[in-house]
């Protein structure tokens, strides 16, 4: 028998969301980016929330790449981005990792030679004082063993990350950022070249990490789009042109116009 849906708690849960959910949220006001006076970033809002997987979606050039870049503090912004209240703009980029921010670029940036452990390893020395880091290990701490097996490489601990496959590179790059208990993860078109098995497995996992983290994804791929987002911003020369579920946005005729139409006909 199914138990009946606890509508009161339900209620009060709406209504008083615990403080966990209350402060762990992303949230752009008025973001701009210019280059020598090109406005790359026009004037973002953004709300992501945890559990919300958040695709950010737009033609090449509308700014998607930019826009975590502020974030992170690769480019000077103006307005606000915060996480658990804490302002990122003006911040160096140790103390944004601090703010448990983690972001993975379109290149996978694993060390090769070293062991898909091992990438782990360095990542979790982030938040390790040196003492502890010069000191002798103790076995695997918890945090990469419990980030090895999220990201499905546990059998591939001691192999080089040199070998892995191109998808799996982009796994060790999201664990390494789990190791580091980045509550917001911005990954920029994670799954761009993958396998169609890979995407799949990827679209998994991002599901997995994102009942508890705020995530945003930067991808192109429509089908990915469709089987793993909770909702979507479109971005559109620098300016967020719509927002909300998949099927609202698809049918939102501005966006057919300048991004879905177009991208679908290609596909
Ligand atoms: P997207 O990731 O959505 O494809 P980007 O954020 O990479 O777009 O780029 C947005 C716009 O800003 C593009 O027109 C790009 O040429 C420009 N741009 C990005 N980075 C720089 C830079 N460092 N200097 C000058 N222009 C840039
Ligand atoms: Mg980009």
Redesign the pocket.
């Known amino acids: 028998m199914t138990p009946r849906p606890d509508f009161k708690a339900l209620e009060q849960a709406i209504a008083a969301p615990p403080g966990e959910f209350r402060r762990d949220y992303l949230q752009v006001k008025d973001l701009r980016v210019s280059?020598?006076g090109?406005v790359?970033?026009d004037g973002v809002d953004l709300v992501v929330t945890s559990g919300d997987l958040r695709f950010l979606i737009?033609?090449?050039?509308?700014?998607?790449?930019?826009?975590i870049?502020a974030i992170t503090g690769l480019?000077k912004a103006t307005g606000s981005a915060s996480f658990g209240g804490v302002e990122l703009l003006g911040l160096p980029s140790h103390k944004i990792v601090r703010a448990s921010i983690g972001r993975t670029f379109q290149t996978a940036s694993v060390i090769e030679e070293l062991s898909v452990l091992q990438n782990l390893d360095i990542a979790a020395g982030l938040h390790r004082k040196p003492r502890e880091l010069l000191g002798r290990r103790k076995g695997i701490p918890e945090a990469v063993q419990i980030a090895i097996e999220t990201i499905g490489l546990a059998g591939l601990a001691t192999a080089p990350a040199g070998v892995l496959a191109h998808g799996q590179k982009q796994w060790l790059e999201i664990g390494m950022l789990l190791v580091q208990d980045a509550r917001c993860l911005l990954l920029d078109e994670p799954v761009a070249g993958m396998s169609a098995a890979e995407r799949d497995q990827t679209g998994e996992l991002l599901k997995r990490i994102g009942e508890q983290r705020t995530v945003v994804v930067?991808e192109h791929d429509m089908e990915f789009l469709r089987s793993f987002a909770d909702s979507v911003t479109v971005?559109h020369q620098?300016k967020v042109l719509a927002e909300g579920t998949v099927a609202q946005v698809q049918a939102d005729p501005k966006v057919v116009e300048v991004y879905l139409g177009e991208s679908d006909a290609s596909a």
């Open positions: 280059f020598d090109f790359a970033v737009g033609p090449n050039g509308a700014g998607k790449t930019t826009l870049d480019a930067v971005l620098g």
